[in-house]
């Protein structure tokens, strides 16, 4: 419905929905903003290096699976971990083209002075909603995601990237 032609009820709903799009996204922010100032690293960058510590010896491939994201994008995460002296990089014994991740003792002192979730509070919170909520959430997001007709590839970003 066009929204000159919106009825009171309907742009009071509307008003409410957006302020709590609102909430959500600056409790997401004020999550990594809190983990940038107290260690100097973004949010994924966290939770990649607290991926690594609990799979040691995981590839970028499994990275970018337990994270959701697209293997490009766990790639740089690991190279800015690498260069940052957090973890350690080594060419796999049985493949020499995939590599071993492991956490060094300076990334696990990061670790150390975050507060959690390392994943960001909004995974953590979704998966402590009921299954049946959860599945209406999904399903009312595809509907607002093709009326705002949104580029899809955007899922593959962390949250903490946007």
Do not use: C, Y
Request: glycine content about 6%; hydrophobic content about 45%; proline content about 6%.
């Amino acid at each position: 419905m066009p929204p000159e032609i919106l009825t009171n009820t309907q742009a009071a709903n509307t008003a409410q929905v957006l302020r709590r799009f609102r909430v959500v996204f600056n409790a997401i922010r004020s999550h990594f903003r809190q983990i940038e100032k107290q260690v100097n690293l973004g949010g994924a960058q966290v939770w990649a290096l607290s991926v690594v510590r609990d799979h040691p010896g995981i590839g970028t491939g499994m990275l970018a699976k337990h994270m959701d994201i697209h293997q490009s994008t766990a790639s740089n995460l690991v190279k800015t971990l690498q260069r940052k002296a957090l973890i350690s990089v080594s060419k796999a014994t049985e493949d020499r083209r995939s590599v071993q991740l492991q956490v060094l003792p300076a990334g696990l002192a990061v670790l150390t002075q975050v507060p959690g979730p390392f994943e960001g509070v909004l995974p953590e919170a979704l998966e402590r909603l009921p299954a049946d909520t959860l599945l209406r959430l999904d399903q009312d997001l595809g509907e607002l995601i093709a009326l705002l007709k949104a580029d899809e590839q955007a899922a593959g970003i962390p949250l903490a990237q946007l």
